[in-house]
């Protein structure tokens, strides 16, 4: 199974901060990498598919990069609404497998 | 917009089996891009993936549940289901069903069949416990 490492576990940040989330997969998935959002007892939220395509209704200033191994989700300006618990997945071979997750709360 | 509601009992007892149905609405079951997934997540924990099923009735499991999962679909009723068998505490988890998105690229960041899942149930919080 492809082994999915988010750094770190955990951030504080201030609205209107910009942030990077780490995602490392344990081998090469080329691109194939999908980031979601989830809230206190609700269900995740599609961000980021193929790792920097957009899902629709979601704001720009959420952006993905990445290929290989090393991966990260950037958000430009936090907004209030940002503060949750971040996932990514690798969608290259079955099983597929999440990350840890990175919780960003508030400063 | 398509919508996806879990449904099943919220208490099962060790040793058991754990059944589950999720309902689709709003949107073609039998898509030749869909693929219907479930995934659970172990209160305060991360997110795993079961397994998911075409309309055909194909499937793929996670190898470490395979033993103890099935996965059924009807499509008369745009319903799929989850059997998980001999269940321990250590099933005791939040279960959603989730629609994954299947879909070929290709360009200068991407070559290949590439899923994600895009839409989800709310969850279900099935524990288990004598």
């Known amino acids: 199974d492809i082994q999915m490492t988010q750094s770190p576990s955990s951030l504080s940040a201030s609205v209107g901060d910009r942030v990077t989330l780490t995602c490392r997969a344990s081998?090469?998935?080329?691109?194939?990498l999908n980031w979601y959002q989830q809230k206190p007892g609700k269900a995740p939220r599609l961000l980021m598919y193929?790792?920097?395509t957009l899902e629709s209704g979601v704001p720009s200033r959420f952006s993905g990069s990445g290929s290989g191994t090393e991966f990260s989700l950037t958000i430009s300006s936090l907004q209030p609404e940002d503060f949750a618990t971040y996932f990514c997945?690798?969608?290259?071979?079955?099983?597929?497998?999440f990350g840890g997750g990175t919780k960003v709360e508030i400063k | 917009q398509l919508q996806l509601q879990e449904s099943g009992p919220g208490l099962v007892k060790p040793s058991e089996t754990l059944s589950l149905t999720c309902t689709v609405s709003?949107?073609?079951?039998?898509?030749?891009?869909?693929?219907w997934a479930w995934i659970r997540q172990p209160p305060g924990k991360g997110l795993e993936w079961i397994g998911n099923i075409f309309h055909s009735g194909s499937t793929y499991y996670n190898p470490t549940l395979k033993s103890r999962v099935t996965m059924s679909v009807d499509t008369s009723k745009s319903q799929f289901s989850l059997r998980l068998t001999s269940v321990t505490a250590a099933d005791t988890a939040v279960y959603y069903c989730?629609?994954?998105?299947?879909?070929?690229?290709?360009?200068?960041?991407?070559?290949?069949?590439?899923?994600?899942?895009?839409?989800w149930g709310q969850g279900t919080l099935v524990t288990v416990s004598s």
């Open positions: 997945q690798q969608s290259y071979s079955i099983p597929f497998t």
């Open positions: 193929i790792t920097s």
């Open positions: 709003g949107g073609s079951f039998s898509n030749d891009y869909y693929y």
């Open positions: 989730a629609k994954r998105q299947s879909r070929f690229c290709s360009g200068p960041s991407c070559s290949g069949d590439y899923n994600w899942f895009d839409s």
């Open positions: 081998q090469s998935i080329s691109t194939f």
